[in-house]
């Protein structure tokens, strides 16, 4: 078991979670194979501690500075064949190269699933959120029918 060199801290750290289950509603994403587009279709904020898991606005605040384990995992569907989605995990708005994937969804109505998992210095009171794009000439509907978005402080 691991001590946290942070003053107050247990080991059970600090942490949060937001995340979507048997979802059916889709998200538009527009047309543009440049710009993100926050992922806002969350259901339910899971645990947390140190943290501020805001479902309704598709983020989490992180009240400590540190370095971060910051992970997502989506089971998703599109409703257009042929697409390449792309997401990031974004802090305070700033893509985070080390945190992405790519996922072909090949046939409309197919779900596929992709994960991200990396690390990240975040300073107190910055968000995190999850944003997706796409290669498509239109706009396409996105339904993450399972996912979660999750922080877990490691160290200062």
């Known amino acids: 078991m691991y001590q946290s060199l942070k003053t107050g801290l247990q080991a059970d750290g600090v942490y949060g979670e937001i995340h979507v289950h048997d979802n059916v509603v889709s998200q538009s994403i527009p047309t543009n194979a440049v710009v993100y587009t926050k992922l806002i279709e969350w259901s339910d904020n899971g645990e947390s501690k140190g943290t501020i898991p805001d479902q309704a606005n598709g983020q989490i605040t992180l009240s400590d ?92």
């Open 65 to 156: 500075s540190g370095i971060y384990k910051l992970e997502s995992t989506l089971s998703f569907k599109s409703g257009t064949g042929n697409v390449v989605t792309e997401c990031s995990i974004f802090i305070d708005g700033v893509e985070q190269d080390q945190l992405h994937f790519t996922r072909k969804i090949s046939t409309a109505g197919d779900v596929g699933s992709a994960s991200i998992t990396g690390l990240a210095s975040v300073d107190a009171g910055q968000v995190i959120d999850l944003r997706l794009k796409h290669d498509n000439a239109g706009s396409v509907d996105i339904t993450v029918v399972y996912g979660n978005l999750n922080a877990e402080y490691v160290n200062t």
